[in-house]
């Protein structure tokens, strides 16, 4: 059975330290930040218009099947991910839905960011188990990985979307 005891194995080590440290690292927040910030100016089309519209017409319609809707007007490669990846990416748009608007076609810059959460989370999830896999190597990870303008620009920059797919991968892994 869970209990709240057991939480504390997952962030201490038998010592009592931390195995979440590198967290607290300035480094780790000052590119967090240039994320974060980043979410909310730059954004390709490859977002705006394969992403969010789709994303955003789901919620819209009340849960209808977007992908019939957008074949039947011609846009077959419009979202080319499963279900899944659906209801991941629908998740912020439905907390958000108040601050949003109601036309699936307008994007704005908080839709963008809000398409990048569940990115930046699992960015997190990602960098956090790699930290945890390679102990004696965390400052590599947060070099190697978490600050890397490579992974900068296609999750910030561009908005694609297989960072989530990978971790789900690695934590399945992990687990």
Known sequence: MFQISNISKYFYDKKGDSKLDILSSPLFFGVLIIKIISSFFFASNYLVDYVAKFVNYYFISGFQNPYEFFYKL?????????????????????????????????????????????????????????????????????????????????????????????MLLFVSLYL
């Open 74 to 166: 011609g846009e077959l490669q419009i979202f080319p991910y499963s279900r899944v990846m659906l209801w991941i990416l629908s998740i912020p748009r439905i907390i958000f839905a108040p601050l949003l608007s109601t036309n699936y076609n307008l994007v704005s810059n908080l839709e963008i960011f809000i398409y990048r959460i569940p990115i930046l989370l699992a960015d997190i999830i990602i960098f956090i188990i790699l930290s945890r896999w390679l102990k004696t190597k965390k400052d590599k990870v947060l070099i190697y990985y978490w600050c890397s303008p490579i992974l900068f620009y296609i999750n910030y920059i561009d908005g694609q979307l297989d960072v989530i797919p990978i």
